[in-house]
């Protein structure tokens, strides 16, 4: 019986899938998504890595106990970072909030297996230079009566992946980028790690 309990508790950890997170600023949705999966069977956040080294991500990736990483641009493009997630065994790659295009070469490596989140309903208001408070500053500008979150799978060119699934909210009268920022962040806290979670298990990894 000791034997038995040993070999299921084996295949139980080869089961769980490895998420690692890009990251380049404060780490909201990182912090959201390593506590959910905390509590989840299906996969475990092992790496939080980014291009920043001020970026609050950090802090909140320690003060949870998950490794981080930190890596210059040019370390992206010349596949070190690649090298990192390889050695890791990482099995899905989370975008949360990184601002940087995914190089070629890492896309590749992971086809169909990078996700990221953008505050919009794409395709409007995508793009390079389209994120955090210059997406929202362009919703209100078009005078758009709703805006929302698109998680994407993520390719070679800005915000141009496949859509795995949007979520709405209303633009009010007297917005700003600033309120409405704080609606469509709420929409990403509630969504993206479960939207994560059902693709961990969707694409059978």
């Known amino acids: ?3 038995r309990s040993a070999l299921a508790r084996s295949a139980h950890l080869r089961s769980v899938k490895r998420i690692a997170i890009l ?12 506590e959910h999966f905390q509590r989840s069977s ?23 106990g998950v490794p981080s990483y930190r890596f210059t641009p040019a370390q992206l493009r010349d596949g070190t970072v690649l090298r990192e997630l390889q050695a890791l065994r990482v099995d899905l790659v989370v975008l949360a909030g ?11 490596a992971f086809p169909g297996r990078i996700v990221n989140i953008h505050p919009a309903l794409l395709p ?10 210059h997406v929202h500053a362009a919703v209100l500008a078009a005078g758009d009566r709703e805006s929302g979150i698109t998680i994407h799978r993520v390719n070679e060119r800005y915000d141009e992946g496949e859509h795995l699934f949007q979520a709405r909210c209303p633009v009010l009268p007297d917005d700003s980028p600033e309120t409405l920022a704080l609606r469509v962040l709420a929409l990403e806290h509630a969504h993206y790690p ?8 969707a694409i059978g990894l």
Request: charged content about 20%.
């Open 1 to 3: 019986m000791p034997r």
């Open 98 to 108: 990184f601002l940087r295009l995914v190089p070629a070469d890492l896309v590749r």
């Open 194 to 201: 479960r939207v994560v979670e059902q693709l961990v298990m």
């Open 42 to 64: 299906v996969a475990d956040v092992v790496l939080v890595a980014g291009d920043r080294p001020e970026a609050g991500v950090f802090t909140r990736a320690w003060e949870l």
């Open 23 to 34: 990251a380049s600023g404060s780490g909201s949705n990182a912090q959201r998504l390593i």
């Open 124 to 133: 409007r208001h995508g793009g390079q230079g389209m994120w955090g408070h």
